[in-house]
């Protein structure tokens, strides 16, 4: 049997489950993941590789209107994915079925010339009848190699959304090493673990006003020494990521401290402080600063 191997873009609204099926697929937590819409902000690649085939899945931002310099840069990171993909896996909400499928998704979706699989995700959360009735919309708005109803959290039908989507793939070489998970740095994924945690202890929108630069990562220590940054826009926002007495920021610490040793499989130390960067959303150079760029 020839080899196969491609590049598999993960699309669809935010907070439709793609970085947790991201996971699910990976079979590895690289994405952060939280119950806020629009976590993911760059591209991530996820790399499956057996004797077989090579599957490397790229995360990918929400589709989402620009508000700011930034949604321009994550809607960037789409167009770019989709220009080197060989099969759209595009992910819908079961759950909430005609907001996640809505005519705007429905025309990107289509716009893409690749061959294309659609996950109802979330069906342990619908009956197996509003999931079937999901699956046969799908079928009559979009040319597609298949339509699988799946529960990211659950499992439930990951197995046969993997195997679909090695049928779909084109014959080709083996573009990593068989034992490469990503191509991200470690420092990519220690920021995004100390972002996951911010999304996770902080409020409303303020999480999304934040971005986080590591400025020290040193491994000739017993401890691997990290120093990072939250970035907020503004002064009124470092006093509330810190909290009374130090508390929110130390929980963000601890938390994140914890994710990041279990990551990196090493102590570590890590070092936090609050800066603030006035309209940091809005500004090129910034933006470039914390590798949005």
Known sequence: MAFKSGYIIIAGRANVGKSTLFNALVGERLSIISPKPQTTRNNILGIVTDNQVQMMFLDTPGLLSARYRLHEFMNRQIGRASQSADVLLGIVDGSK?????DAEVQRTFEQW????????NKADLISR???QRCEQRVRASLCTRAVLSVSAISGQG???????????????????PEDMLTEQP???FVAELIREEVFHQLRQELPYATAIGIEAYEEDRP????????IVERQSQKGIVIGRGGKTLKTIGQHARKKIEAFLDRPIYLDLHVR????????????RGLGYS
């Open 97 to 101: 079925f005609d907001a996640s499928f």
């Open 113 to 120: 010339e690749m061959p294309k699989i659609v996950a109802i």
């Open 129 to 131: 009848a509003q999931a």
């Open 158 to 176: 990951v197995p046969e959304l993997h195997a679909a989507l090695r049928h779909a793939l084109p014959e080709g070489p083996q573009y990593y």
């Open 186 to 188: 470690e420092r990519f």
């Open 223 to 230: 401890k691997v020494y990290i120093q990072a940054n939250i």
């Open 276 to 287: 603030v960067y006035e309209n940091w959303r809005k500004k090129d150079a910034a933006l």
